[in-house]
């Protein structure tokens, strides 16, 4: 008995989907609430990029903690500024920051622990040398010291963040591609007589890049909160500057009187927090046992 | 005769609605081998784990279930507690992970007899290791598990799920840690036992020289019950013939005569550490063109650390090792290794894993279309045609997935084939056809190097066989 194919024929988008990564985590049940949640919050981000319904950062003292209404859904705060509008305006500012970081500290823990894990010999033992001068202090204080060197502000606070970060993803792609490269499937490669380029990026990168991400999804809500605690302490983004964090710490003073200041930025880093880390989970299910996180 | 066992109407229904096990009825007399056979995902081990109640909080059980006339099918959790061990013994798939590595042996088997609150003394561990063959039971229970090999762990086991003289021992796979010679004493000390035992296996041959009856189990049905000499003169159900199948002998080989020959070891070894840690002890080896030869070994005989000279990975330390020109091309000497799944790139679909050989530098250069066409041809050879070609291989068996590996190993016709342990993963109708593919591989000409434990199989796949170590 023989069998055939018809490779002219090419598979249908649901079979397509269903081997894609993204088809994967939108059939997972908790993926998929992820993703609506993440796909949400991106497009309230993007709104609030273009447009606000009041302006987020003029006063305007009549209106001072109002409490939520059909003109003022999130209510306002003690300067009577819109708290629906400030929470658009902050949204790019809290996420996209988390996101930024995150890619630039996988991208560069991606690459240096691979070249390290890969190359081997002198370049791992040098590259490995700067992670772990780097891993010897501690990340939030290392933040600190660099946010002391540039001074603060939002761009200083994202670089102080990929310093402080980007160590630890570099040792952990390391030893991802140390894994990777005896696995049965490298060897037999390399008997075959594949090119060290085609092994290194078929065979190794991929699964390195996989599970890192996982690793830096589940990474992202903790970001956030980093992120939202220097705003915080007033070291990231200055007034009068809206970002998630920036406006939980202006509504220490006044939560009492007007909870909806604190409710409405702790409820966004709240959804964010939820919507990566259930996203990160449904990665690491859907890539199944090669996974380590 | 009373029945050790009734099960009527049984079906497990795990959460999310899977049903493993569908309405299966069948009983165990008092002191008879009741085997139940299947693939992988027929259903085996939830039986199992139901008989024993172990079957979880969440999974839900129906039908009639009595042990020793005692209905147990509302059993509460203590009433299965006192139960195991009193009325029902178990003997896990694994010896070594089922015991405490922490602990030693005789531990384990004191352990049947503590659970329960009895006194247990030395001398009655002693006596119950001894009736299953243990030699110098006094020093050799105060060992750990790692100290004992997997067959005499198993009859420790054995010796530790009878302490207490169950009527009837349910042992999941009992032997599918072991090589042919220790799992048949393993089932021998089962059946010294004199009490009934339901088997759980896949592996036909044992089952066939050991059941008084089978149960063949298909996707959570029970196709078919009959002894042994029936199934196997009159087989009805298809699922039971394609398990049979694994019993049909090869095709008688002729080995080629005078093969040229294309890899030479002469007196070789391997040390370490400034030769203080001997990894191969001096070997002498020959491999000629087509021929089958086989390496066996016990584990740390250095059978891996001959594969890796073979390959190339690896130097000798001292001796000669000769290579002919047949072998120095790249792509010459494809492996095949012991774990299937990982020797495929887990992101690809299996048809680029085939195909990647048709990439190394020396092979001229193919458009995509043509290295399809030449991966679906080589999964055709292997008995894949069925397969989708983009399947990855963690939606594959492990069985397939190890034919997948020989096509990749075979799509270039290489002048040596290597293959570590093949078929140490495999389920024994998977280990047939693998045989069957690597035979046919040396008809083609290629050399097979076949690295494996089990003597019985290279006996039978093989045309020479070289020992190692001992």
């Known amino acids: ?293 | 005769m009373t029945a050790a066992l009734i099960c009527e109407d049984l079906s497990v229904r795990y959460p999310g609605g899977n049903t493993p096990v569908r309405n299966v009825s069948f009983c165990v007399s008092a002191g008879e081998c009741f085997a139940l056979v299947g693939g992988s995902g027929a259903g085996k081990s939830s039986i199992a784990r139901a008989l024993l109640g172990l079957h979880g909080a969440g999974a839900k059980i129906t039908g009639a279930l009595s042990l020793n006339g005692q209905d147990m099918s509302r059993a509460s959790a203590d009433a299965w507690r006192r139960l195991r061990g009193r009325g029902v013994g178990f003997v896990a798939q694994n010896p070594w992970s089922s015991c405490d590595p922490l602990r030693p042996v005789g531990d384990h088997v004191a352990e049947a007899w503590r659970c329960h609150g009895l006194p247990v003394t030395w001398q009655a561990i002693a006596k119950a290791l001894t009736a299953l063959d243990i030699p110098n039971v006094g020093s050799r229970q105060r060992q750990y598990p790692h100290t004992w090999s997997g067959g005499m762990l198993q009859r420790a086991s054995i010796a530790a799920a009878s302490a207490l003289t169950p009527p009837i021992v349910i042992a999941d796979e009992p032997t599918s840690a072991l090589d042919a010679d220790r799992a048949q004493k393993v089932l021998d000390a089962l059946r010294a036992l004199g009490c009934a035992v339901l088997l759980i296996s896949h592996d036909m041959d044992l089952v066939m020289r050991n059941a008084d009856r089978i149960g063949v189990l298909y996707q959570g049905l029970l196709v078919e019950t009959d002894t042994p000499e029936v199934l196997l003169k009159a087989p009805a159900h298809q699922e039971t013939r394609r398990l049979l199948g694994a019993l049909e002998p090869l095709p008688p080989r002729q080995a080629p005569a005078n093969p040229t020959p294309l890899i030479r070891l002469r007196d070789v070894s391997v040390a370490y550490k400034r030769g203080q840690v001997q990894a191969l002890k001096p070997v002498d080896l020959e491999v000629g063109e087509a021929e089958i030869v086989g390496i066996q070994g016990a584990s740390g005989s250095g059978k891996s650390t001959l594969l890796r000279l073979v390959m190339g990975l690896e130097a000798p330390s001292r001796g000669s090792l000769w290579r002919s020109e047949a072998l120095t091309p790249r792509g010459a000497l494809l492996p095949i290794f012991q774990d299937p799944i990982g020797s495929l790139v887990p992101h690809w679909p299996v048809w680029r894993s085939v195909a990647e050989p048709l990439l190394a530098k020396n092979q001229s250069r193919r458009p995509v279309k043509e290295r399809q066409e030449r991966a679906l041809e080589a999964l055709n050879t292997v008995g894949l045609g069925s397969i989708s070609p983009d399947a990855r291989p963690s939606e594959l068996s492990v069985g397939q997935c190890q034919r997948v590996a020989i096509a990749r190993a075979t799509i270039t016709q290489p002048a040596l084939i290597v293959a570590d342990e093949p078929t140490s993963a495999l389920d024994s109708v998977s280990i047939q056809q693998v045989s069957k593919l690597l035979r046919q591989a040396a008809e083609k000409g290629t050399a097979v190097l076949l690295v494996s434990h089990d003597k019985g199989f290279l006996n039978r796949m093989a045309d020479r066989t070289i020992s190692l170590g001992g």
């Open chain 1, 1 to 293: 008995m023989s069998f055939s194919f018809d490779l002219t024929r090419p598979p249908s988008i649901s079979q397509r989907m269903s081997r894609h990564l993204l088809g994967q985590l939108w059939r997972h049940k908790s993926g998929r609430v992820g993703l609506i949640l993440g796909l949400f919050l991106f497009v309230f981000a993007m709104i609030g990029f273009v447009w606000t319904p009041h302006d987020p950062n003029v006063p305007h003292y009549i209106s001072a903690l109002k409490a939520p209404s059909f003109a003022h859904p999130f209510g306002t705060d003690a300067t009577g500024r819109d708290m629906l509008s400030r929470s658009l305006d902050g949204a790019h500012r809290s996420l996209g920051a988390a996101l930024l970081v995150l890619s630039a500290v996988f991208l560069i823990g991606l690459l240096i622990g691979t070249a390290a894990g890969v190359i081997g010999g002198v370049v791992d033992m040098l590259l490995m040398r700067v992670v772990d001068i780097a891993m010897t202090l501690p990340g939030l204080v290392l933040a600190f010291a660099v946010l002391g060197i540039l001074g603060p502000g939002f761009v200083n606070l994202l670089i102080a963040l990929i310093i402080a970060d980007w160590a630890w993803y570099a040792r952990l792609a390391r030893s991802l591609a140390l894994g990777a490269r005896s696995k049965p499937h490298v060897t037999a490669a390399k008997l075959a007589g594949i090119s060290q380029w085609r092994i290194v990026l078929g065979h190794i990168f991929p699964g390195v890049a996989l599970q890192l991400g996982v690793v830096a999804s589940l990474a992202l809500g903790g970001m956030i909160g980093a992120i939202s605690g220097f705003s915080f302490l007033g070291l990231g983004v200055q007034p009068p500057h809206a970002e998630w964090g920036a406006l939980l710490a202006d509504s220490r003073l006044y939560f009492a009187l007007a909870p909806w200041l604190l409710i409405v930025p702790a409820g966004f880093i709240f959804l964010s927090v939820l919507s990566a880390n259930l996203v990160g989970n449904a990665l690491r299910d859907v890539a199944g046992q090669e996974t380590i996180a």
